[in-house]
């Protein structure tokens, strides 16, 4: 939000005194009259002005640790009292200079209208600059959210765990098999490609493939650890399908690195898709392990898809879906998307 720059108050409170002195015109009989009466407006909005800002500006630290209503009856109070003090000086001044008739009730009368008129115009102001905060204020966190998803997003492409496990096993398998570091980097080759591309719709059989080239890469490090088992449709029916890229593959990352990775039994990974009725289902079942359990190791908090979620969305539409329900015997996970089937 941009600041007012001092000759941008200097007109408004020459407007303003204008506005308030046509206001109380009907007791001016001569253009002097109103000429004194406007200046003698501006220097009041003067006073109650610039000083107000002043303060304001210097109580800001403290401001700073104050909700927003608070602070906003700080300020109507400082304007208020300040309008006040000023409006008194002025008149005083006006009836010692012969400028203006002493009567104590029309002096009260005048000092408590131009408290009204301060306390209106100041709410309306803070009710405008309430709203401006909070436009700015809902634009910087939607900012935020889309730089920590954006964040999320890169990070999910390439996990650093992911990263350096894999360079540690090139590395060894370059000196004690170089035939298969370099099949293995044929993988990686392959993997990277896609997560470096973002997210994009890509056919289901180019994520299989994905999926089996970051299988084969954990392969060479976990060994007999991992069995995956694939319940696909036939070659024909796969042939129309779409994903986003790196969906699935994301998905099987997180159950390695969060169950495969904590047990030294072997677990079993069943993936069955099914297309029918316009809605694709993915089912990735985990069977647990039955000795080596997995103690202070919250499943339930770390299978969590929402950027993946997300990504789907934005792709097939808001009832795109990620769920995954933990037991204490496996985790289902279900990728659910609607996709039209030209077919039927």
């Known amino acids: 939000m941009e600041v007012m720059r001092p000759w941008q108050w200097l007109v408004y409170i020459f407007f303003w ?3 308030l002195t046509v206001i109380d ?28 800002l002043f303060i304001i500006d210097y109580l800001r630290p403290i401001f700073k640790s104050m909700s927003v209503p608070k602070v906003s009856m700080y300020v109507l109070a400082i304007l ?26 029309n ?24 709203r401006r905060y909070r436009e700015m204020h809902a634009l910087k966190q939607s900012f935020e959210h889309k730089l920590s998803a954006q964040n999320d997003v890169i990070k999910a492409r390439i996990t650093p765990h992911f990263f350096f496990n894999t360079i540690n096993t090139l590395v060894s398998l370059i000196e004690s098999n170089p035939t298969r570091a370099s099949y293995l980097l044929q993988h990686v080759s392959a993997l990277f490609r896609a997560s470096f591309s973002g997210a994009r ?24 650890k991992l069995d995956v088992k694939w319940q696909l449709p036939d070659e024909d029916i796969m042939y129309d ?35 029918h009725q316009h809605h694709v289902a993915i089912t990735i ?60």
């Not at 007791?27 to 610039?50: E, G, H």
């Not at 690195?257 to 069943?270: F, R």
């Open 17 to 19: 005194s204008l506005f």
């Open 25 to 52: 015109r009907h007791d001016l009989a001569t253009w002097s009259d109103f000429m004194i009466k406007f200046m003698s407006r501006v220097i009041q909005n003067t006073l109650s002005i610039i000083p107000s």
């Open 80 to 105: 208020m009292i300040a309008s006040t003090i000023s409006m008194t000086l002025v008149l005083l001044v006006m009836i010692n200079m012969g400028w203006h008739e002493y009567d104590l009730q």
């Open 107 to 130: 002096f009260i009368l005048e000092v408590v209208f131009d408290l009204m008129i301060a306390g209106g115009f100041t709410l309306v102001f803070l009710l405008y600059f309430l």
């Open 201 to 224: 719709e890509i056919s289901f059989e180019e994520e299989i493939a994905l999926c089996e080239h970051y299988l084969a890469i954990e392969a060479s490090r976990l060994a007999d």
């Open 241 to 275: 399908m779409v994903i986003t890229a790196l969906t699935l593959q994301s998905v099987l990352e997180k159950m390695l690195l969060n169950v495969v990775e904590m047990t030294t039994e072997t677990i079993y990974i069943n993936i069955e898709v099914t297309w």
């Open 285 to 344: 079942s985990v069977r647990l392990p039955k000795k080596t359990l997995m103690i202070n190791h919250d499943l339930r908090q770390h299978m969590d898809f929402y950027i993946q979620a997300e990504r789907l969305r934005a792709y097939f539409g808001q009832s795109a879906d990620i769920k995954s329900t933990v037991t204490s015997t496996q985790i289902i996970t279900l990728i659910d998307y609607p996709l039209q089937d030209v077919g039927l």
